[in-house]
């Protein structure tokens, strides 16, 4: 289930279940949105991203959505592993905000044995 | 493989010390980023620099400043490090000309001030 911990939002799942994450993204004027995957005592990693002319795009094992709609962006993990386990992040990039992304609180996500 | 690094894992400095934290990329990025990240307040920038020798104010550039002598390095400084400035720093690195892939991070360093 979900939860909203201390600092961070938490999701916990079963392994080999579906994931998703969700981020509610600030700007209707954004174009480019990125997930980012942080393990523990890491940087963040490029995981997916998707641009506003789209509204789906998969990878190996994820799928990002996008609704422009309601400006939201969820990431689907397929049969979640072990490995899968970190802090998800979305960034958004938009005109402007010139060049630079902004990054989502993040939700962590623990996967059970 | 390229790649972000940042010269230090862990730091432990002292209250009033100067601290400088560096960052090099071997991706012929133009633009560098840090960040530092809280528990509860995410990912929070403090300055960038999209080019040699040019540098911005990002969201918290109070207490820190940068260097970018070179295009491969990017330097954070902490003139007078205090104990509100132990957390996590990120530095990061974006292809400057032509559409955006995104940031490469580093792999971070985790400041103690004590």
């Known amino acids: 289930g979900e939860s909203v911990g201390l600092h961070l939002p938490t999701l916990s799942v079963q392994e080999g279940d579906n994931s998703i994450i969700n981020c509610a993204y600030s700007n209707s004027a954004s174009d480019y949105f990125i997930w980012y995957k942080q393990e523990s005592g890491k940087g963040p990693q490029f995981i997916i991203d998707i641009r506003s002319n789209m509204d789906k795009r998969q990878g190996q094992r994820v799928t990002v959505l996008l609704n422009k709609t309601v400006k939201h962006l969820s990431l689907q993990i397929a049969a979640t592993q072990p490995g899968d386990s970190a802090v998800y992040f979305c960034?958004?990039?938009?005109?402007?905000?010139?060049?630079?992304?902004?990054f989502g609180p993040g939700t962590r996500l623990s996967v059970l044995p | 493989d390229v790649k972000v690094t940042q010269s230090s894992r862990y730091l432990v400095k002292r209250t009033g010390e100067k601290v400088f934290l560096e960052c090099v990329q071997d991706?012929?990025?133009?633009?560098m980023f840090w960040y530092r990240q809280d528990p509860g307040l995410g990912l929070r920038l403090i300055y960038f620099s999209y080019d040699v020798k040019m540098k911005e104010k990002g969201d918290i550039p109070e207490g820190y400043s940068v260097s970018r002598e070179k295009k491969e390095r990017f330097s954070l400084i902490l003139e007078s490090a205090s104990t509100n400035q132990t957390s996590m720093y990120l530095c990061a690195s974006e292809r400057g000309q032509g559409v955006s892939k995104g940031y490469t991070f580093g792999s971070g360093t985790r400041l103690t001030v004590v």
């Open positions: 960034a958004e990039n938009s005109p402007l905000y010139g060049q630079n992304f902004v």
């Open positions: 991706m012929d990025h133009e633009n």
